[in-house]
């Protein structure tokens, strides 16, 4: 459920500027909505981008401490299949968990964050390079990196389409962009599912969500950003070690494969800049 309680603005869809939305579900004083034209689901009104930033504090940080390990050990072995070495920029990074596995696998890493607590600790503890602030203000000239990711940091963006189309000047020529996101099919199944069993399910999982993508609407915004889309499959998220986790993970990632449908709790998608 959507909780962010701040002063907020009304928007228009990011990926087409269309204002013409139907209402999914409101959660008072936010509404989720779906634009009529391209199919975006986002939510307006939406939270002041200085309120959000304000929300990323030590103690947001401390209720991830130790987390993530075995997710992104699969996400940067989804990133050597395409890539071997190289540059690589991670968006959103957190405590640097993916930063320090890459560097350890031998990449030259940078991250950024927003959270000044965040971007502290992994350049004082990691010796990583880290940029404090958002993406679009990131002074690194066009084409400095080989690889860009995202890991669940696209649906917090005020703004993805832009921070995609910085990302697509940042890349070198043939360079990679990964993405990892809820995917929102799942979500919209299983409140339908729930609904049948009389139990009442929000529409979406995090109250900290700006946009709910599908693998659809997600494809739009990385081709609109100048991305071509070479691969839609299942991401590796806030699973424990234990067999069903791995087991779910291979079958959905199963049926994405060779059904082409993608119906998994996390989507990943990899884009590449034209040469």
């Known amino acids: 459920m959507v909780k962010i309680c701040m002063e907020s603005k009304a928007v228009e869809c990011n990926l087409c500027n269309s204002n013409n939305s139907e209402v999914l579900q409101e959660i008072k004083p936010y509404k989720i909505v779906k634009c009529k034209n391209c199919q975006l689901i986002y939510l307006n009104p939406q939270p002041l981008s200085e309120d959000i930033t304000k929300t990323y504090t030590a103690d947001y940080y401390a209720t991830n401490w130790g987390q993530g390990l075995v997710e992104n050990k699969y996400r940067l072995r989804t990133v050597e299949r395409f890539k071997k070495r190289g540059k690589l920029l991670d968006v959103g990074c957190g405590i640097g968990v ?45 084409g400095s990196y080989d690889v860009i990711t995202l890991w669940h940091v696209i649906e917090h963006i005020p703004e993805p389409l832009e921070v995609l189309k910085r990302a697509w000047e940042l ?92 119906c998994s709790k996390a989507m990943l998608m990899v884009g590449q800049k034209g040469n």
């Open 98 to 142: 993916f930063l320090g596995l890459a560097r350890k696998n031998g990449w030259q890493v940078a991250g950024t964050e927003l959270s000044e607590f965040s971007a502290k600790y992994i350049r004082d503890k990691l010796n990583i390079e880290c940029f404090p602030g958002r993406l679009e203000d990131l002074e690194s000239a066009s």
């Open 171 to 262: 890349l070198s020529r043939g360079g990679m962009i990964f993405l990892a996101t809820p995917n929102q099919n799942f979500w919209r199944i299983a409140r339908d599912v729930k609904r049948r069993m009389g139990v009442n399910r929000d529409l979406v999982e995090n109250e900290k969500h700006l946009y709910f993508f599908t693998p659809h609407s997600l494809k739009k915004m990385l081709e609109r950003a100048g991305f071509k889309i070479i691969e839609t499959g299942v991401d590796f998220n806030k699973c424990k070690p234990k067999l069903e986790h791995f087991l779910k993970y291979y079958w959905f990632s199963f049926v994405s494969r060779v059904l082409g449908v993608n």
